[in-house]
């Protein structure tokens, strides 16, 4: 068979990488089956597998494969496509051989209904006897390493089951990554997850196979005129040259989604990892991933007729102790049993230029400290006072990440929807007629913002990211969650259409640098929205006065997150330094949660109601870690003061409220000419509590197209006497 290879020189791109238009929708969805196969079969992966069958098709220059009968012209019989997966080869290849008669066989069904008629779907077990009717003129599998517990069987079976000059085509991957200019650390995250699945598919009996000796076992089982070819696919978008920085694009799409699937039932199963151990872990490979001075590729065995990339003879992926690699083999049955050994085809030897310019990077720079030991306390938690929290960047965030407080952060989530009219924002994205594409949600908590998010827009393509591993089990499959910590280096690999963000106030070190990285990653007339809230309370008539418990204990929290490094700021503010940032359209709306059911007005009332239910089930959560942690407090002098707070947010005489904020704001089309001017520097929220009778604050309209919720929730009408009672004389609080 012949097969061009062009000698291409791939360079270390100098320039800015385009935006890629890969859009591929993903999330893990509630549907297992245990089996001996380890990778996912959900909706997310098949929108992988889908992925790259295109990638194979980019490679390959639109062609099913390298054997004869995918030449354009070849008149094909039957045709045999073993782990057809989502079906798309087998489909494609009825397609444009209407004469063949093509069966597709996997474990799991999960083939489309409707095929072309010369198409069938079987469920079945390839490692089970082989019982056809009829031999086949082609058989092709793609990406089966791993999932094959004897090769030699499986050879023979195939064997066997072709006809006399009948071919068959293998497509396997490489599991480890390469660099020739050495840029690939051999100690990065990325190689020890390599080695990591290499020895969990050994102890499950189907090890990641040495391709290239398969060619010998093709060559003892029977089949002749046998060839090998090997190729390479960028990592991501580190080439200068197009083609292969498109190739890298959809190839960092496809591994970056495979990361999790192709890990997870392997560590879990073989060494006991928990799901959180995984997802932490994989933080590190995604960087590593993103990484364009690492100057890395996947060997990949293909042939390419227009930009092929052979390795060199004394690559290690040629050598016999290599073990792991992406082939494209072929061979053919002979027309008669062969009596002479079978030659031998050494694949064409092409060389790689080693001039890679390493000293700019498009998705990051080298990776964030990697020492994070997998049984480390990032996924034990930190357990303290009946309380658990996060240890990942231990002290980051100091309220408890239990499932206590993520049924009050669901509780909450449901606040926001009755003030903005079951509306998920003010932001044009979340109107119910918008079409959305990619989203970013920072700090999801329980991820309830992001599900509901995916499950209205489902044409979105739902990011959310948190420091503790805390999401649902089940999402819509266009929800992705991912363990990450914002105030690192963001390396998104395409900018996002909407980022959405929910009570960051004292999580946040630098609201500048948080939203700087927010405009940066946003496409041109992309949205932000902030929800955020102010610290202390307030109150229209002055019943809530500066001595009150609840006032003092905000006090208390405000001082302890200025120890920490991370203190409560005021809203209004962020509106400006939106605007300096570079953000038109920029709009903040108030609007008002009471304390307790103090409001004459129904909807007050209930909101209210809820609000104070919301508080009573998270008020230790909020005080426990700051004033034990920052002020030396004892449990027991915490739950003792707050028996005082507790008592002033039930007092229907006090009539208080915490103010609600929306903010949002747009990347315009075209960057500003003029440099906006520096940012005033944030300050945090005052020491002194707010006025007992500030201004009622007022609803602004938004600029942009957004709505405002129908119900003015920034005005609160008088309080109902008729429930109101007087409040006994609260005790003194415990000292400090």
């Not at 040495?210 to 076992?217: E, H, I, N, S, Y």
Request: hydrophobic content about 35%.
């Amino acid at each position: 068979m012949m097969h061009i290879d062009h000698e291409v020189v791939i360079d270390a791109d100098e320039g800015g990488i385009a935006p890629s238009t890969i859009s591929i929708s993903g999330s893990t969805l509630d549907y297992r089956f245990e089996n001996e196969y380890n990778i996912p079969n959900d909706e997310r992966e098949m929108d992988r597998l889908d992925l790259q069958h295109h990638i194979c098709l980019l490679t390959l220059g639109g062609s099913l494969g390298l054997a004869p009968p995918c030449l354009p012209g070849a008149k094909v019989g039957r045709v045999l496509d073993i782990g057809t997966g989502t079906g798309i080869w087998a489909m494609q290849f009825g397609d444009d051989h209407p004469e063949a008669d093509v069966l597709g066989v996997d474990l799991s069904a999960i083939q489309p209904g409707f095929t072309g008629p010369n198409v069938k779907f079987e469920i079945d077990d390839l490692e089970e006897e082989w019982t056809y009717s009829q031999p086949f003129d082609y058989i092709h599998s793609r990406f089966m390493t791993s999932s094959i517990a004897n090769w030699k069987d499986l050879l023979t079976n195939s064997f066997n089951n072709l006809k006399p000059g009948g071919f068959l085509e293998l497509q396997e991957p490489d599991l480890f990554a390469q660099s020739d200019d050495g840029s690939l650390p051999s100690d990065c995250a990325l190689n020890r997850y390599c080695k990591l699945l290499s020895e969990a598919m050994v102890k499950l009996g189907r090890e990641y196979v040495f391709v290239p000796a398969l060619k010998t076992l093709m060559e003892e089982v029977g089949f002749v005129e046998v060839t090998l070819s090997c190729y390479k696919w960028p990592m991501n978008t580190w080439p200068r040259d197009p083609k292969f920085k498109e190739l890298g694009a959809y190839n960092y799409e496809n591994i970056s989604q495979a990361a999790e699937a192709l890990a997870m039932a392997p560590l879990t199963r073989a060494f006991d990892w928990s799901w959180e151990e995984v997802n932490v872990f994989l933080i590190d490979v995604r960087k590593d991933l993103k990484n364009s001075n690492y100057h890395a590729y996947f060997p990949v065995w293909l042939g390419i007729q227009e930009f092929a990339l052979m390795l060199k003879s004394e690559h290690r992926a040629l050598k016999e102790d290599h073990i792991l690699i992406k082939h494209w083999i072929i061979g053919r049955t002979p027309e008669k049993e062969p009596t002479p050994a079978p030659r031998d085809n050494q694949p064409v030897i092409l060389d790689v230029d080693d001039e890679s310019d390493d000293t700019r990077s498009e998705m990051g720079s080298s990776i964030a400290s990697s020492s994070t030991s997998l049984r480390s306390s990032i996924l034990d938690y930190r357990f303290e006072n009946g309380r658990t929290y996060h240890r990942y960047k231990d002290g980051k965030y100091n309220i408890p990440n239990d499932q206590r407080e993520m049924e009050r952060l669901d509780s909450q989530h449901y606040l926001w929807l009755f003030v903005l009219d079951d509306r998920l924002g003010v932001a044009p994205p979340c109107h119910p007629d918008s079409e959305v594409g990619r989203v970013l949600d920072v700090g999801t908590g329980s991820g309830i913002w992001a599900v509901n998010f995916g499950d209205e827009h489902p044409e979105s393509d739902v990011l959310a990211m948190d420091l503790s591993p805390t999401f649902p089990d089940a999402a819509p499959p266009n929800v992705t969650f991912e363990v990450d910590d914002l105030e690192e280096d963001w390396t998104y690999s395409r900018p996002f259409d909407y980022i959405h963000s929910r009570v960051m106030t004292a999580c946040v070190n630098d609201w500048k640098v948080y939203l700087q990285k927010c405009y940066d990653n946003l496409v041109p007339g992309g949205w932000v929205e902030l929800q955020e809230l102010d610290l202390f309370p307030r109150s229209d008539d002055g019943t809530l006065t500066p001595d009150h418990p609840l006032i003092k204990c905000c006090q208390l929290l405000l001082e302890a997150s200025e120890i920490f490094g991370r203190p409560y700021i005021p809203i209004p503010p962020l509106k400006e330094l939106l605007t300096e940032i570079g953000f038109v359209d920029v709009s903040l709306s108030i609007y008002k949660w009471p304390t307790n059911p103090w409001a004459k007005d129904p909807k007050y009332k209930e909101l209210g109601e809820l609000h104070g239910q919301n508080m009573a089930e998270g008020l230790e959560g909020f005080c426990m870690a700051p004033l034990t942690r920052a002020h030396n407090w004892t449990p027991e002098e915490v739950n003792v003061f707050l028996v005082d707070v507790r008592n002033n947010l039930k007092d229907r005489n006090i009539h208080a409220y915490w103010p609600i904020y929306c903010l949002i704001g747009r990347k315009p089309e075209k960057e500003p000419t003029p440099a906006p001017p520096a940012p005033a520097s944030l300050e945090a929220a005052s020491p002194t509590p707010a006025p007992s009778s500030p201004p009622a604050p007022v609803a602004s309209q938004p600029q942009s197209p957004a709505k405002t919720p129908a119900t003015d929730y920034a005005s609160i009408p008088a309080a109902d006497q008729t429930s109101a009672e007087a409040s006994a004389k609260s005790p003194a609080p415990a000292s400090s």
